[in-house]
């Protein structure tokens, strides 16, 4: 006898933007029945459009129209949009409904939603440690979040149906596969300032650099590029609205991880100068145990090449 089949977690979800995240969390709807309908909304008219004719969901012209009745509104738009989208939903959201986000940043996400909702309306903050380079709706596919960590940052000092509420969200995520996490919204911020803001900051500099140098050709840093220039490009390949909204939200958080890397880097210089072979040998080290514990933990493949396939080249 089969078992029986698993309600959705949620009823009506509202996507406003149809980007990567937006139309992956569709997707994902879709493949897993974690809700009962999906209803989208992008500023961009052209986008729209395309949501339509990859049938993403029931996508409307007003955002406040896809948001009437809907017991989520995720907005999936860049750090700078957040209000202006909250603000745009506002008047059709109903008590009990939930108002989350998929930002980078957690505390400028939950003042910037938290001014716009209304009473009775739970903000809950969110965050998936998912997404590629490439952005737009035909960028999205289902399993971009299975097994990749969800950060939720609820408000502290909430009452049980907010809590309640809050478990409804983490049950809709967790269907569309990912593994959920609870944290501060500040602990979260300063996580992910080392873990991927800091590392984009490096990936844009390093690559606008080679691209500056007078004495090397744009065709030879394009020609020659090794591994470890080739995956930086990746990186730098990203939103640049998004990215831009990143660095000034988290502003803080980054200027101290930039003021701890800058400091590391100055030592770094130091020991090449001095040809401090030990030294760089144990930073070395270090680093590349580090890389061994992000392929123990899942985060990353061991096969060679970082997982890429070459047959076809």
């Known amino acids: 006898m089969s078992a029986p089949p698993v309600p959705p977690a949620l009823g009506r979800v509202t996507l406003i933007g149809a980007g990567l995240i937006g139309s992956s ?29 990859l049938d993403l969901g029931t996508v409307h012209d007003d955002a406040a129209q896809a948001a009437e009745r809907a017991d989520a509104v995720i907005l999936c738009v860049p750090m700078g949009a957040i209000g202006a989208a909250a603000a745009a939903c506002a008047p059709a959201l109903r008590a009990g409904a939930i108002l989350t986000d998929v930002g980078s940043v957690k505390a400028g996400a939950a003042e910037a939603m938290l001014a716009h909702a209304p009473p009775g309306v739970h903000v809950i903050p969110g965050h998936p440690i998912a997404g590629t380079e490439l952005s737009g709706p035909d960028a999205g596919f289902a399993d971009l979040f299975r097994d990749r960590w969800m950060i939720l ?40 300032a080392i873990t991927s803001h800091l590392p984009h900051l490096i990936a844009f500099n390093i690559v606008a650099t080679a691209a500056d140098l007078e004495t090397v050709t744009e065709s030879e840093v394009v020609k020659y590029s090794a591994g470890g220039f080739r995956d930086f490009t990746r990186i730098a390949a990203s939103d640049p609205v998004m990215w831009r909204d990143v660095f000034l939200t988290n502003r803080e958080a980054v200027l101290e991880m930039l003021g701890r890397f800058s400091e590391d880097l100055a030592a770094l210089q130091r020991a090449i100068r001095w040809g401090d072979g030990e030294a760089l040998h144990a930073l070395f080290s270090r680093a590349r145990h580090v890389r061994r514990e992000v392929i123990e933990a899942g985060q990353d493949s061991a096969v060679p090449n970082f997982g890429r396939d070459t047959s076809s080249r």
Do not use: N, S
């Open 25 to 53: 969390i569709a997707r994902a709807v879709r493949a897993t029945g974690a809700a009962d309908e999906v209803c989208l909304h992008d500023a961009d008219a052209q986008v729209r459009a395309r949501a339509r004719a």
């Open 153 to 192: 940052t609820p408000q502290e000092g909430a009452g049980t149906e907010y809590h309640a509420a809050t478990a409804r969200l983490e049950a809709f995520w967790t269907r569309l596969g990912a593994r959920v996490e609870v944290m501060d919204a500040a602990h979260h911020d300063r996580v992910l």
